[in-house]
C-alpha cells in the first residue's frame, strides 16, 4: 500500500499557497493537512497536525522558514520553496530533502516527491545501531573499523556528515544527520542542535551563553559544540 505523506504549507503569500496546493493535487500519495502564513501561525499548525513534510518559504514577513525549524521539533521533512536560490547552502545545512525555485515547475515538484518516497524506504530498512556495533569509516587516505561508542560526535557538513571519534580522527560520509539520529543508539547519543549530535560519555559539562544558548564541552576537544535552546531540554533530561 503506498504511504499518504500529510503535507503543510508555510508561505505568506497566499497565491503562492494557493498555486502549490493544485500542483500537489496531482500526487494522491500528498495530502495537504494545513498552511500556514508566517512562523507563529505554522508552530501551532504544525503541532496540531504532525505533519511529514513541510513546504516551506525562507523569506516572509516578520521571520524566516530557518527561525521556524529552531522552535519546532522537525520531525518531518523539510522542502524549501523559495524565490532566492542564495539560500541554498543553507537550507541543506538543516538536512531539508530538497529546495525548490519559484516559478516551481511540475518536473521538478515531482523530483521532490520522488525524494520523499525514496526517503520513507530508506527509514524503514535503517538499521537501529548498538554502542558495541563497528562501523567501517574512511579518515583520509586509510579506511578502518570503528566502534560507535568512540565516536564523539557528529556534525552536519552540507549534504555530508562529519564524524568526530575519541582519537580525534575525522571521517566525512555522504549521510544527512537526520539518519544518524534514527540510527544511533538513543541511551548514548543526543541531538542539540540541527547541526550536531554528541555521545553523552563525552559531555563534560554545558555553559549557559547571553543569547539563550548553550555550549556544549566534550573531553579532549578544545572548541565546544553548540547547543540551540530547543534542544537544552533534551539534554538536560538525560543528566
Known amino acids: ?48 497536525n504532525a505533519p ?25 521533512q523539510t522542502i524549501f520553496v523559495t524565490a532566492y536560490d542564495e539560500y541554498a547552502i543553507r537550507a541543506f545545512e538543516v538536512n531539508a530533502l530538497d529546495y525548490l525555485l519559484k516559478p516551481v515547475k511540475p518536473e521538478r ?33 586509510k579506511s578502518k573499523f570503528v566502534e560507535v561508542n568512540s565516536i564523539k560526535y557528529i556534525l552536519a557538513a552540507d549534504v555530508y556528515s562529519e564524524i568526530c571519534i575519541a582519537t580525534g580522527e575525522r571521517a566525512l560520509l555522504l549521510k544527512p544527520l537526520n539518519d ?28 549557559n551563553q547571553f543569547n539563550y544558548s548553550y555550549q556544549v564541552f566534550l573531553s579532549g576537544e578544545s572548541k565546544p559544540v553548540s547547543m540551540s535552546r530547543r534542544f537544552a531540554a533534551r539534554l538536560k533530561e538525560r543528566f
Open 180 to 207: 544518524w539520529e534514527r540510527q544511533l543508539p538513543p541511551k548514548n547519543f543526543v541531538r542539540i542542535h540541527r547541526s550536531a549530535i554528541v555521545n553523552l560519555a563525552f559531555v563534560e559539562r554545558v555553559e
Open 1 to 48: 500500500m503506498k504511504r499518504i505523506w500529510k503535507a503543510v504549507i508555510v508561505d505568506d503569500e497566499r497565491l503562492a499557497r494557493n498555486k502549490l496546493r493544485k500542483m500537489l493535487a496531482e500526487f494522491p500519495n500528498v495530502e495537504i493537512v494545513g498552511e500556514a502564513d508566517g512562523v507563529d501561525s505554522a508552530i501551532e499548525v504544525i503541532e496540531k
Open 52 to 76: 511529514d513534510v513541510v513546504f516551506l518559504d525562507v523569506q516572509m514577513i516578520g521571520a524566516s522558514g530557518f527561525d521556524l525549524l529552531e522552535k519546532v521539533e522537525n520531525d518531518f
Open 109 to 141: 515538484l515531482k523530483q521532490s516527491i520522488e525524494k520523499l518516497s525514496a526517503q520513507s524506504k530508506i527509514e524503514i530498512t535503517a538499521k537501529v545501531l548498538e554502542p558495541d556495533d563497528f562501523l567501517f569509516l574512511t579518515f583520509g587516505k
